[in-house]
């Protein structure tokens, strides 16, 4: 089955402490990207990556990174989260950004105290 | 710079009501592609339609249907004989080829159908 598989599906933690949500497709996409989802502000993009090794700033990069080692893996990397990263997160990926539909994964429900 | 904007944050009708979804967007772009998504209450987001700048057929799928419209650069969703599955979040989006192809999301529009 063709899908995006995020995990965890919930996450709670402290500020400070470094985590990384891991995010997977099986689909070949090229087109990797993360946003976050907050009440009255839709859904944000985060970082995008349009092929391995290749990243880039989305609208609201600040506290983040990411890596693209594989085509099918693109981790989300919280180095030292602070309680303004408390979101639903969603990792998408598609075949042609833009024109293609995303798939999006099930969504990472982060909580930072 | 591109924009979505959904001006009704929440919209609450009674089973088999017939409604509208509302969406503005911005773009200095000729070419772009417009989008809704829903978001059920179970979480996952899920494509329901594309729509491209040249192509200003308005659309119909089952009790869905879509307005396309320049001339107000909007792109309302309907939702005919609303049912309390389709009590979800809807999100209209935009994506300009000079921008990137980078996607736009409104702020989201909250449907609630009460039976």
């Known amino acids: 089955e063709a899908q995006v598989t995020q995990n965890p599906r919930y996450l709670i933690t402290v500020t400070g402490k470094k985590l990384t949500v891991t995010c997977s497709q099986n689909?070949?996409?090229?087109?990797m990207s993360w946003y976050r989802q907050d009440p009255g502000l839709g859904l944000r993009q985060i970082y995008y990556s349009m092929n391995v090794e290749v990243t880039d700033k989305g609208d609201v990069p600040e506290g983040y990174k990411v890596s693209r080692k594989e085509k099918r893996n693109f981790p989300l990397i919280l180095e030292s989260p602070s309680p303004n990263q408390t979101s639903l997160y969603f990792c998408?990926?598609?075949?042609?950004?833009?024109?293609?539909?995303?798939?999006f994964g099930n969504g990472t429900r982060l909580t930072v105290t | 710079a591109q924009k979505v904007t959904q001006a009704q944050t929440e919209i609450s009708v009674v089973e088999k009501e017939d409604v509208t979804l509302d969406c503005v967007y911005e773009?200095?772009?000729?070419?772009?592609?417009l989008f809704w998504y829903k978001q059920p209450p179970s979480g996952e987001l899920v494509f329901l339609i594309r729509?491209?700048?040249?192509?200003?057929q308005n659309e119909i799928s089952g009790r869905y249907s879509w307005n396309f419209q320049k001339s107000t650069s909007s792109f309302n969703f309907t939702i005919t004989a609303s049912q309390v599955v389709d009590s979800a979040v809807y999100f209209c989006a935009l994506s300009a080829y000079n921008a990137g192809n980078m996607l736009t999301f409104g702020g989201g529009t909250r449907l609630m159908v009460k039976p």
């Open positions: 729509r491209n700048s040249f192509d200003e």
């Open positions: 773009t200095r772009d000729t070419t772009y592609y």
């Open positions: 689909m070949n996409h090229e087109y």
């Open positions: 998408a990926s598609t075949v042609s950004p833009g024109y293609s539909p995303l798939h």
